[in-house]
């Protein structure tokens, strides 16, 4: 019997690997030996309650899949756990996931070393891959997977649009919040790069609200965002879940390797390319009343999405970053 269910478990994963959203020659799938798997008996979807999905959830927490609490309620944060296994493990098409567990694939998650770094010599203990088709992060240390999280990029549109920027944030190297009017392009570029800065809580900038950021490429960061749906919605940023972002920045440290895949392209044949300029948006104006010294910002358009700039902010010191110095992305081998 043992042979039997084995023989099924591989079935499985070269199954799930004839649909991909990404270049054949970069799989993440890796073949490790089975446990004896505890018992299923039900499809496990979202809005379900029990002692099996307190039994999934720790599963995926041991394989890194974060699905934040073991509870026992199969929610949120548990349907975007499973999407990222579906995704990477499965190579289920982004728009096909379904976010639930059956008894074939909780068998192929009793399997170890499911995930395997594209760049396993990377020249950083830890260091992080992006899949862009996939919309899954994962972090590696010394090649082994330490977080898998589903994801939300750049949409690849162009925006126009109000945004306030924080102190320090690229475009306002002032004391005080500025409001402006922008437009630009929302593209996450694959290349190669590495995090040169962090900042805690809520910071707002060219791209909108983010929740603890990592900063990697221009104003581009891994940050937390409230939203982090099952398709690309930001401005050019990698959006993770809120609880991931909590802890997130005490598993990279300055100048750890990013390595973002587009599916088109390796990494390293784009270098470190910055995201698209942005521009004044034409339709935005400020004026004035004679009567007070109030301005009153008028706009006449607006379109979401929003995109970096291609200047690269300095680097704030941290407890952990403060004896090292900055390198610009395009210098690093």
Not at 27 to 53: E, I, Y
Not at 54 to 73: E, S, V
Not at 144 to 165: F, M, N, R
Not at 205 to 213: A, D, E, H, Q
Request: proline share 9%; aromatic share 8%; net charge neutral.
């Amino acid at each position: 019997m043992a042979a039997v269910l084995l023989v099924g478990v591989v079935a499985v994963g070269v199954a799930a690997n004839s649909g991909t959203d990404g270049p054949s020659t970069t799989t993440t799938v890796a073949s490790g030996p089975t446990t004896t798997v505890p018992s299923l008996t039900r499809t496990l979807k979202a809005g379900v309650k029990g002692p099996d999905v307190r039994q999934l959830q720790q599963r995926l927490k041991d394989l890194a899949f974060d699905p934040n609490l073991i509870d026992g309620d199969f929610g949120y944060n548990t349907t975007q756990s499973v999407w990222a296994f579906e995704k990477l493990v499965l190579k289920t098409p982004r728009k096909k996931v379904t976010g639930s567990i059956t008894l074939e694939s909780w068998q192929l998650l009793q399997q170890d070393n499911l995930i395997v770094a594209r760049r396993p010599q990377a020249p950083t203990e830890s260091h992080v891959e992006i899949y862009l088709p996939e919309q899954v992060l994962v972090v590696f240390k010394k090649g082994k997977p330490i977080l898998v999280t589903h994801i939300s990029t750049g949409t690849g549109e162009d925006w126009c649009e109000e945004v306030t920027i924080d102190p320090g944030e690229q475009g306002n190297p002032g004391t005080e919040p500025l409001k402006k009017g922008i437009c630009g392009n929302a593209v996450t570029p694959g290349g190669f790069y590495y995090f040169y800065n962090r900042k805690s809580g809520t910071r707002q900038s060219k791209l909108g609200t983010m929740w603890n950021p990592v900063y990697f490429n221009g104003g581009i960061a891994v940050h937390g965002a409230a939203q982090v749906p099952n398709s690309p919605a930001s401005h050019g940023c990698v959006r993770i879940p809120m609880h991931v972002s909590e802890y997130f920045q005490t598993l990279v440290a300055y100048g750890d390797r990013v390595y973002v895949f587009d599916g088109v392209k390796e990494p390293e044949q784009y270098g470190a390319p910055v995201p698209p300029a942005d521009r004044p948006d034409p339709d935005y104006t400020t004026t004035t009343s004679s009567t007070t010294t109030t301005s009153t910002v008028v706009k006449t358009t607006t379109t979401i999405k929003q995109k970096p700039t291609t200047t690269v902010p300095a680097l704030v010191p941290t407890a952990t970053t403060s004896t090292v110095a900055p390198v610009p992305a395009s210098t690093l081998p």
